[in-house]
């Protein structure tokens, strides 16, 4: 026959088992959403951390909607057990990703990192307490470790919300190239005289960076060969009038038309360069069309 000291010994050695398993989940989520919201961190961190989310909330979840494994011989063979935390990890992932959706949140990595470790802390916190005993110890005895628990938690939100804080916001950058004289797009091709110089006028906008003039190139290709005699005018750059307007650089090539008659397709392509930048853009190309008369 069990004692009542025998009893309270016992929940008291499950309370205490309980509390260390719980504190460290909550640890390991905060430090995986650290890692992986301030840190840029390889690919293969990143899927590391990732699996950890799925496994510590799948876990949890699969303990709360089938119980424990020592309850259900079933669920103690790992080949069960494993893939019902994968499937309930990735459904909870999921969740989240929905829940951003409709919540009008980013979804990005931050996002998503963030409100799985959240999602994940409050299974486990609910893990630890299905785990006490029924008739647990008394209420003082609860008042330390449930200080402890909401402190990891509290600690997991601000450590997230720091995190998300703390993301510089990525500035969307990109480039448009038009023809300086819009006859170019609305006539289907340009009258020219055989060996006689073509000049081509283009507008570059920029959004979101500064081009360098001095390091952009042009290119032009006529019926898709690269033409080498062009003569390159390229001006500099026109400061924006108002934030978030493009800056624009205006330009012109001219080349001798070809000896030909017919229609020749005229390709010009403009590689901008950023100031400060060790490397070039991507090109931004305008392709036309110049009639040689017989």
């Given at each position: 026959?069990?004692?009542?000291?025998?009893?309270?010994?016992?929940?008291?050695?499950?309370?205490?088992a309980v509390l260390p398993v719980l504190c460290a989940k909550l640890v390991l989520l905060g430090v995986?959403?650290?890692?992986?919201?301030?840190?840029?961190?390889?690919?293969?961190?990143?899927?590391?951390?990732?699996?950890?989310?799925?496994?510590?909330?799948?876990?949890?979840?699969?303990?709360?909607?089938?119980?424990?494994?020592?309850?259900?011989?079933?669920?103690?063979?790992?080949?069960?057990?494993?893939?019902?935390?994968?499937?309930?990890?990735?459904?909870?992932?999921?969740?989240?990703?929905?829940?951003?959706?409709?919540?009008?949140?980013?979804?990005?990595?931050?996002?998503?990192?963030?409100?799985?470790?959240?999602?994940?802390?409050?299974?486990?916190?609910?893990?630890?307490?299905?785990?006490?005993?029924?008739?647990?110890?008394?209420?003082?005895?609860?008042?330390?470790?449930?200080?402890?628990?909401?402190?990891?938690?509290?600690?997991?939100?601000?450590?997230?919300?720091?995190?998300?804080?703390?993301?510089?916001?990525?500035?969307?950058?990109?480039?448009?190239?038009?023809?300086?004289?819009?006859?170019?797009?609305?006539?289907?091709?340009?009258?020219?005289?055989?060996?006689?110089?073509?000049?081509?006028?283009?507008?570059?906008?920029?959004?979101?960076?500064?081009?360098?003039?001095?390091?952009?190139?042009?290119?032009?290709?006529?019926?898709?060969?690269?033409?080498?005699?062009?003569?390159?005018?390229?001006?500099?750059?026109?400061?924006?009038?108002?934030?978030?307007?493009?800056?624009?650089?205006?330009?012109?090539?001219?080349?001798?038309?070809?000896?030909?008659?017919?229609?020749?397709?005229?390709?010009?392509?403009?590689?901008?360069?950023?100031?400060?930048?060790?490397?070039?853009?991507?090109?931004?190309?305008?392709?036309?069309?110049?009639?040689?008369?017989?």
């Amino acid at each position: 026959m069990t004692t009542r000291a025998q009893a309270s010994t016992g929940r008291r050695q499950t309370h205490i088992a309980v509390l260390p398993v719980l504190c460290a989940k909550l640890v390991l989520l905060g430090v995986v959403s650290l890692t992986v919201t301030v840190s840029a961190c390889p690919p293969v961190v990143g899927l590391a951390c990732l699996a950890i989310l799925v496994l510590i909330t799948g876990s949890a979840l699969t303990q709360l909607l089938l119980g424990e494994s020592r309850r259900r011989p079933m669920l103690a063979d790992p080949l069960v057990r494993l893939p019902l935390t994968v499937v309930f990890g990735t459904v909870s992932l999921l969740a989240v990703v929905l829940a951003l959706h409709f919540g009008g949140v980013r979804i990005g990595t931050t996002g998503v990192t963030a409100g799985t470790a959240a999602m994940g802390a409050a299974l486990v916190i609910g893990q630890g307490m299905r785990r006490l005993p029924r008739f647990g110890p008394r209420p003082a005895e609860l008042i330390r470790p449930a200080l402890a628990s909401s402190a990891a938690a509290a600690v997991l939100a601000v450590a997230v919300v720091a995190a998300i804080a703390l993301q510089p916001k990525a500035a969307e950058s990109y480039t448009t190239l038009t023809f300086a004289d819009q006859s170019w797009l609305s006539e289907a091709s340009q009258r020219a005289v055989a060996a006689e110089p073509v000049t081509v006028g283009w507008i570059l906008r920029s959004f979101g960076y500064l081009p360098d003039p001095a390091l952009t190139a042009v290119e032009v290709a006529l019926d898709g060969g690269p033409l080498t005699a062009v003569a390159v005018v390229l001006g500099d750059f026109s400061a924006a009038a108002q934030p978030g307007d493009p800056i624009e650089i205006s330009g012109s090539v001219t080349f001798a038309a070809p000896d030909s008659a017919g229609l020749h397709r005229v390709s010009i392509s403009v590689y901008p360069h950023s100031k400060g930048a060790l490397h070039e853009r991507l090109p931004v190309t305008l392709t036309g069309w110049i009639e040689v008369a017989p």
